[in-house]
């Protein structure tokens, strides 16, 4: 917060010198600080504050945020590293080269011998599945000297506290609200000095740091003295608004409350209009603005408190700057189609404004507030209770929606035995032992368990069990030969993933419906050939409908005996991907801007290494025993491989390929 940052930092000096403590090593075998507190809490402020606190100590901070990057290893590994080198201002990789996890960690490692580091997450409540990655596979890894600090609005869980080893090397920092003599302090620093006025502010703001932060900025602070509102917030973003001097940097505020991180091109883009330098430079140095690799954003709570107001004020406006902001993304998306790089940041981008007004309803993103945690034997337990208590607990639901189209209400029924559906067919140990990272568990943020995830790889190593599993098998049995080897020779990185199932406790509550619906949407547009076979009742399928899955043909009767019962798939790997966003993109009525839009350029063909020596072999003329001898392998590995190499040239046969192969490496020279 810009006040307390130009002043002096109010209210933090013990958590200062814990982390002074923390840097120097003072304690004993600790080397993870754990930062944990409600949103606006001043969690990201602090982390500010340690890096001025690293740097006099010649300390090199590496921050990330979970926000500005792509969720998987290999993308993180990168990032890490391209970070180190800013730093130290040296190249230490291979240019234009993969970097494994355990290349990364040397090169760290590496890096730590010369300067002290420090590994900072900022926002690792959104970290997901790449938890259970960081803790078994990464930071354990780390050189000893290297200090590490993970910053959320939970503490840390599961395995977290149940190894010995993290709770003997984990400190732990909670945040809480500022003290009356803190928030007595700050005000008096700002000049507001009456008496009746700072104990208003106290009781209304109770000392949470965003709050109080907004409040103080709000001139007519005697005027709302006398209003009795339940939540402050809204109430003083509300009158912030209000007052602001200036109609353009208003104007501004409103358009980044709809964004969901802005710089100056996407602003201009959704206004319409051109923004000065002066201008954004107004708009960033407002306390609730944070700076981002990605841009900047205003903070969660602020940004959910200005959309809100202007959504109910000016609901056409609203849904004017929705719809730019869907193209702008949209467009974004398509020109990095063609690009040889992980998309996965822009269509998250897109998610945000994605789906119709009905799946809006009921995947509100702004009503996530719980997080996802792996299955692991520290937490095995913890889903165990949740199947038991799903059963003891089941009952009908009536899920009420308004179609907008007709301005008719009706509701989803879902009946008690339906309800169970979604667990018929998962067995914990199974599913577990097959893939590292299948299971997943929804927490809310006090630690109950109140949803279940198993999403299965698509891979060589699942594809028996996909084959021959209820809920599955109708599918994966009716595909070709050729189909299945594609999917089979996948041993690393999946072709898709297959849905086995997504459960909540509650459908009343709209936060596990948000929490859900996100992670179901960002597997539609990230994770490549998406298939699944939800239960057969109309709340699930009018979902895949309207999120453009493609109903498969193949049925079966695995739910109840009786119900026939389809596959939904989506397939969004590489080019396929825009095919799939227009189509979205058509759906919701978007036609005149896209009609005349020329498919992006075709990507370059995506070879492994193997792949690529099989091709530099397969032009010399070599048969599949040549190159089987040459590289030392089987000829029914050569087949497979020649298999998936076919399928991304897009080929029939060997003659194919080698003419495409021919054509494509001259167009490089």
């Not at 509300?238 to 602003?267: D, G, I, Y």
């Not at 959910?304 to 609203?318: C, G, K, M």
């Not at 759906?587 to 193997?610: R, V």
């Not at 020649?642 to 003419?659: P, W």
Request: with cysteine.
């Amino acid at each position: 917060m810009a006040e307390i940052n130009s002043r002096s930092v109010v209210g933090r000096q013990r958590e200062l010198q814990m982390f002074n403590e923390f840097l120097q090593r003072t304690h004993q075998g600790i080397r993870l600080l754990n930062i944990y507190g409600t949103g606006g809490i001043g969690k990201s402020f602090l982390l500010d504050e340690f890096r001025q606190i690293a740097a006099k100590q010649d300390v090199l901070m590496i921050s990330l945020d979970s926000r500005d990057i792509v969720h998987n290893p290999s993308s993180l590994c990168h990032h890490i590293v391209h970070l180190v080198e800013r730093l130290i201002g040296k190249t230490i990789s291979a240019p234009d080269k993969p970097i494994s996890t355990i290349e990364s960690i040397e090169l760290l490692n590496q890096a730590a011998k010369e300067s002290r580091l420090l590994l900072t997450f900022d926002t690792y409540e959104e970290m997901g599945e790449l938890d259970h990655w960081l803790r078994e596979h990464f930071i354990k890894e780390l050189h000893p000297s290297i200090c590490m600090v993970i910053s959320g609005r939970y503490a840390l869980q599961g395995a977290w506290k149940l190894s010995a080893t993290w709770r003997q090397s984990t400190m732990q920092m909670p945040l809480s609200d500022l003290s009356f003599t803190d928030v007595k302090a700050y005000l008096h620093n700002l000049s507001i000095l009456d008496e009746k006025t700072v104990y208003w502010i106290w009781n209304q703001t109770k000392g949470h740091p965003l709050t109080l932060s907004l409040t103080a900025q709000t001139s007519s602070i005697r005027e709302l003295i006398h209003l009795q509102e339940i939540e402050v917030l809204p109430l003083i973003t509300k009158q912030w608004l209000k007052e602001v001097p200036q109609p353009a940097l208003r104007k501004m505020v409103e358009a980044a409350s709809v964004l969901k991180h802005f710089n100056q091109e996407t602003l201009a883009h959704v206004l319409e209009e051109p923004v000065t330098v002066e201008q954004f430079q107004q708009l960033t140095e407002l306390s609730f603005v944070r700076r981002v690799k990605r841009g900047w954003l205003l903070h969660d709570l602020v940004r959910s408190a200005f959309s809100q107001e202007l959504s109910a004020r000016s609901p056409d406006y609203y849904a004017g700057l929705r719809r730019k902001c869907l193209m702008y993304y949209y467009h974004r998306t398509i020109r990095s189609i063609g690009k040889n790089y992980d998309i996965s940041l822009e269509a998250s981008d897109f998610f945000h404004y994605f789906g119709d007004e009905l799946i809006r309803q009921f995947f509100n993103q702004d009503a996530a507030v719980n997080y996802f945690e792996t299955l692991d034997e520290a937490n095995f337990a913890d889903a165990e209770r949740y199947m038991k208590r799903r059963y003891e607990t089941a009952q009908e639901y009536r899920i009420p929606y308004v179609d907008s189209t007709t301005n008719q209400t009706g509701e989803f029924v879902i009946t008690r035995e339906q309800n169970l559906f979604n667990l018929k067919h998962v067995h914990l140990r199974e599913l577990a032992e097959l893939e590292p990272g299948t299971v997943r568990l929804l927490r809310k943020p006090q630690g109950e368990v109140v949803g279940l995830t198993a999403v299965i790889p698509i891979k060589g190593s699942t594809i028996d069990y996909l084959l021959n599993k209820p809920l599955s098998s109708a599918y994966f049995r009716s595909l070709s030969q050729e189909q299945l080897d594609e999917f089979a020779i996948a041993t690393e990185i999946p072709v898709g993933y297959y849905i086995q199932t997504i459960d909540v406790v509650s459908y009343d509550d709209v936060s596990l419906l948000a929490d859900t619906g996100h992670y179901f949407i960002t597997l539609l547009l990230t994770g490549g050939f998406v298939a699944g076979s939800p239960p057969p009742i109309p709340f699930s399928t009018e979902i895949h409908h309207r999120l453009g899955c493609e109903m498969s043909s193949v049925v079966h009767y695995d739910y109840d005996q009786v119900t026939p019962t389809h596959t939904f798939t989506t397939d969004t790997r590489g080019h396929k991907l825009q095919a799939y966003l227009r189509k979205m993109m058509l759906k919701l009525g978007m036609e005149e801007f896209i009609e005349n839009e020329p498919m992006a350029d075709q990507p370059s063909i995506q070879l492994t290494d193997i792949q690529r020596k099989i091709t530099d072999l397969l032009v010399q003329g070599m048969t599949n025993a040549e190159i089987a001898k040459q590289l030392y392998l089987s000829e029914i590995t050569i087949k497979k491989h020649l298999t998936a190499i076919f399928h991304k040239l897009e080929v029939k046969n060997r003659t194919q390929a080698v003419e495409k192969l021919i054509r494509s490496r001259k167009a490089t020279v």
